[in-house]
């Protein structure tokens, strides 16, 4: 029975997150619009791709070794979806992307939670979880000048104080960024 409500729980979450993603995205960009999405195809990718989005993934290449991977794509918009938490040095990749606008999402850093970690996959954990202004300030320093931010709850349904703290502490912060001239 537990299994099943936190399967449920993890749906949920993971539903309203790309909800929320989507809706941010289409305050700003029409269907059609050419989007490179840093990272493999995923779920969301597929998602975009069935909203009109003219989407292209970078092929799983390790970008804290090679940032200038995503310089080979040109396209109007540049996605990262909590990406950046998992480099080492994001710094490389954000000053390699060509597009001059960018959407990227980030897990920001719960002061009751510990980095996410998957010790049965190295690629499957933060090195980073941000607060707000540390994104900000990377951001900046890649060349990205801020235009929107949002930052959203993602409740689990599960006793405990942790989950009580979810209910009103942010933990997805979202922004649309545009390539500093």
């Known amino acids: ?34 989007i490179l999405d840093i990272g493999t195809a995923n779920a969301f990718s597929h998602i975009m791709i069935e909203k009109g989005y003219q989407v292209v993934n970078t092929q799983g290449e ?25 480099l080492l040095n994001p710094l490389g990749v954000l000053k390699a992307i060509q597009a001059e606008t960018l959407f990227a999402s980030i897990p920001l850093s719960l002061w009751f939670a510990k980095a996410y970690r998957n010790k049965n996959d190295r690629w499957d954990q933060h090195f980073h979880e941000f607060e707000d202004w540390q994104f900000d300030w990377l951001l900046e320093k890649g060349g990205w000048e801020i235009v929107r931010k949002e930052k959203w709850t993602s ?19 979202i922004i649309e960024a545009r390539r500093k001239k």
């Open 1 to 34: 029975m537990f299994k099943a409500f936190n399967k449920w729980s993890n749906n949920w979450s993971k539903t309203r997150r790309y909800s929320k993603t989507l809706s941010f995205m289409a305050q700003s960009l029409q269907p059609g619009t050419s």
């Open 62 to 86: 390790d970008l804290d070794q090679t940032p200038e991977a995503v310089a080979q794509h040109k396209t109007e918009v540049a996605t990262a979806f909590e990406i950046f938490e998992h």
């Open 155 to 173: 409740p689990v349904f599960i006793p405990g104080i942790r989950p009580i703290f979810r209910l009103f502490t942010p933990r997805y912060y």
